[in-house]
């Protein structure tokens, strides 16, 4: 049997293939190569509860799972928790750009996706504030270098051709300067 977590895993590749619009059930049960009783099995209501828990399922690998792997490092300083931070968003094989960039498309005419993508940015951009704050202890300037982090790399999600990572870091060794200079 097909787990959920499969069932949400192949939604999010689907996702970054060709959209939300290439959500469908028989996709979907063609590339997992089971029946439609499956999906429904896991999803009671079909594509609308699918839909809502892709969502959730987003929001947990793509955000919150970056942060606690971050977060379990109790014995790191926030230079190295930055560090750490850049290398597996970058490196993240799940964490490819055109899904962020379905996401957000998504997002652009569905309420309860723009919902989900708002909790997001604001996640992200305030952990990264709270790590800018204990590096710098400017709480000032905190926020917009959160946002100017962040900007770079939704930005960088987005232009064509697709940036390679060497060339995403480069755009943060820029951005962060020196706290960015030494290797954990």
Do not use: C
């Not at 590749?13 to 996709?27: D, P």
């Not at 390679?164 to 870091?169: H, K």
Request: aromatic share 8%; no cysteine; net charge negative.
């Amino acid at each position: 049997m097909v787990t959920k977590s499969a069932w949400l895993d192949k939604g999010l590749m689907v996702m970054a293939e060709g959209g939300v619009g290439a959500l469908r059930i028989e996709r979907l049960t063609e590339a997992l190569g089971v029946s439609k009783g499956s999906f429904y099995h896991h999803f009671g209501d079909g594509m609308p509860s699918y839909q809502r828990e892709l969502l959730a399922y987003f929001e947990q690998q793509h955000t919150l799972r970056f942060i606690d792997v971050v977060e379990s490092q109790d014995d790191r300083t926030p230079e190295e928790k930055l560090r750490l931070l850049r290398r597996i968003v970058i490196e993240d094989e799940g964490n490819q750009p055109r899904l962020e960039a379905s996401i957000r498309s998504w997002a652009a005419h569905d309420k309860e996706a723009r919902h989900t993508l708002e909790r997001v940015d604001a996640t992200r951009i305030d952990y990264l504030r709270t790590l800018w704050e204990a590096i710098s202890g400017d709480a000032e300037q905190a926020l917009p270098m959160a946002r100017l982090v962040y900007v770079v790399l939704i930005g960088s999600q987005h232009v064509l051709p697709q940036l390679e990572p060497t060339d995403i870091d480069r755009l943060y060794d820029i951005v962060l300067g020196p706290v960015m200079k030494e290797q954990p």
